[in-house]
């Protein structure tokens, strides 16, 4: 099974920004295709995705919160996929997830994945947004 650990949490002023790392496993990335998710969870609130990224066709999908200020993308020689986070606001506040699985759904990301759909999962990470 895939092996995943996000890095980069912690705490930020609104309106600045953070980047989250999720590490896959040796040579995860380098010899296969996935699909991959990023959920957050606030206080309170129920889990919810954030942003989808496919590597058939190179789709990509955001929750319509973070749309322009949220990127999701992949590096294959690092074997580590990212989520930067600009103009951060105290609602983006929550334990910060990614996901994947393998093989990837040939219409992956065409709508904001369910968490279902995700087998593989990090430990989860807290980002907080306050002043």
């Known amino acids: 099974q895939l092996q995943l650990v996000e890095s980069g949490g912690g705490w930020v002023q609104p309106g600045g920004s953070l980047r989250l790392s999720c590490a896959a496993s040796?040579?995860?990335?380098?010899?296969?295709?996935?699909?991959i998710g990023w959920f957050r969870q606030a206080p309170g609130k129920e889990r919810e995705a954030v942003s989808c990224?496919?590597?058939?066709?190179?789709?990509?999908k955001y929750a319509d919160s973070v749309i322009g200020r949220f990127t999701t993308s992949r590096d294959n020689v690092e074997k580590t996929v990212y989520l930067q986070m600009n103009s951060v606001k105290p609602e983006d506040t929550g334990v910060y997830f990614c996901?994947?699985?393998?093989?990837?759904?040939?219409?992956?990301?065409?709508?904001?994945?369910?968490?279902?759909?995700?087998?593989?999962w990090g430990q989860g990470i807290q980002v907080t947004v306050s002043s």
């Open positions: 996901a994947a699985r393998w093989p990837p759904y040939p219409n992956g990301c065409k709508v904001l994945p369910d968490e279902g759909q995700f087998r593989d």
């Open positions: 040796a040579a995860a990335f380098t010899s296969r295709y996935y699909t």
């Open positions: 990224f496919n590597d058939i066709g190179s789709r990509k």
